[in-house]
């Protein structure tokens, strides 16, 4: 019995993956997934575009590029605006709320990017073996800290606010030079990233508000019983 309700529900796993590459990548084959002994896939197509992206790098670097600038650049943007926020430059938030901001950004990105992976099982580009390319977790925290650190100086900063998707970007770039990921991958991890951010700031901005309706209410209803108390002085003092 319990064969059988794991049998089904890899098929209805599969199906779920072959749905999904139908909407998200509509280039793909929607063929039914092949799984070897291990339950990996191994027919997953990339596009024309990106196939000669990930060729001209190979023949260009004639090897995978070993850099580690990716893993150090997504942090950024975060580190920026704590920086100057310990400086005393003035930013949208105070600092203890913008490390909640930014934990819940990052909890968002991961629900998102990690989620889509296990669905779509995408395959990273050769030399790379697994399945869980699509989308790119490194430029989504990097292009979500972009956004934190746009949202945070713009009013102060407004050029140096921007530079963050620079740094962003060039995460981008380095993933697909080191065949980390395909160009379709990094394109829904920055859309991803970017969503997160905007996500946990209305989250944050709606509590805000709720708080401060929360204290008018508590304001009035202290007041009100003072005027019934001068209203009954009043009408005892009629003849």
Same mark, same amino acid.
């Given at each position: 019995?319990?064969?059988?309700?794991?049998?089904?529900?890899?098929?209805?796993?599969?199906?779920?993956?072959?749905?999904?590459?139908?909407?998200?990548?509509?280039?793909?084959?929607?063929?039914?997934?092949?799984?070897?002994?291990?339950?990996?896939?191994?027919?997953?197509?990339?596009?024309?575009?990106?196939?000669?992206?990930?060729?001209?790098?190979?023949?260009?670097?004639?090897?995978?590029?070993?850099?580690?600038?990716?893993?150090?650049?997504?942090?950024?943007?975060?580190?920026?605006?704590?920086?100057?926020? %310990?400086?005393?430059?003035?930013?949208? *938030?105070?600092?203890?709320?913008?490390?909640? /901001? $930014? @934990? #819940?950004?990052?909890? &968002?990105?991961?629900?998102?990017?990690?989620?889509?992976?296990?669905?779509?099982?995408?395959?990273?580009?050769?030399?790379?073996?697994?399945?869980?390319?699509?989308?790119?977790?490194?430029?989504?925290?990097?292009?979500?800290?972009?956004?934190?650190?746009?949202?945070?100086?713009?009013?102060?900063?407004?050029?140096?606010?921007?530079?963050?998707?620079?740094?962003?970007?060039?995460? %981008?770039?380095?993933?697909?030079?080191? *065949?980390?990921?395909?160009?379709?991958?990094? /394109? $829904? @991890? #920055?859309?991803?990233? &970017?969503?997160?951010?905007?996500?946990?700031?209305?989250?944050?901005?709606?509590?805000?508000?709720?708080?401060?309706?929360?204290?008018?209410?508590?304001?009035?209803?202290?007041?009100?019983?003072?005027?019934?108390?001068?209203?009954?002085?009043?009408?005892?003092?009629?003849?």
């Amino acid at each position: 019995m319990t064969r059988q309700v794991t049998h089904t529900s890899t098929h209805v796993f599969g199906l779920c993956q072959v749905v999904a590459r139908g909407i998200v990548f509509p280039n793909y084959s929607c063929k039914p997934q092949i799984y070897n002994n291990q339950d990996q896939k191994i027919n997953v197509m990339p596009n024309v575009v990106e196939k000669h992206i990930h060729n001209f790098f190979l023949k260009k670097n004639e090897a995978i590029v070993d850099i580690s600038a990716d893993d150090r650049l997504k942090w950024l943007p975060f580190a920026v605006v704590f920086l100057l926020n %310990a400086l005393g430059v003035q930013t949208r *938030s105070s600092w203890k709320k913008q490390v909640l /901001i $930014a @934990g #819940a950004t990052e909890a &968002i990105r991961y629900l998102l990017s990690d989620n889509l992976k296990k669905l779509v099982g995408e395959h990273r580009p050769f030399p790379y073996f697994g399945h869980h390319s699509f989308p790119s977790g490194h430029t989504a925290s990097s292009f979500a800290g972009a956004e934190v650190m746009h949202k945070e100086l713009k009013n102060s900063l407004p050029l140096l606010s921007c530079t963050g998707y620079a740094a962003a970007t060039a995460v %981008a770039v380095v993933r697909v030079v080191k *065949s980390r990921h395909w160009v379709r991958d990094v /394109i $829904a @991890g #920055a859309a991803i990233g &970017i969503l997160s951010a905007k996500l946990a700031y209305c989250l944050f901005n709606r509590r805000a508000k709720m708080n401060t309706r929360a204290k008018l209410y508590n304001a009035g209803s202290e007041e009100r019983p003072k005027v019934r108390k001068q209203e009954d002085v009043d009408i005892s003092k009629l003849p």
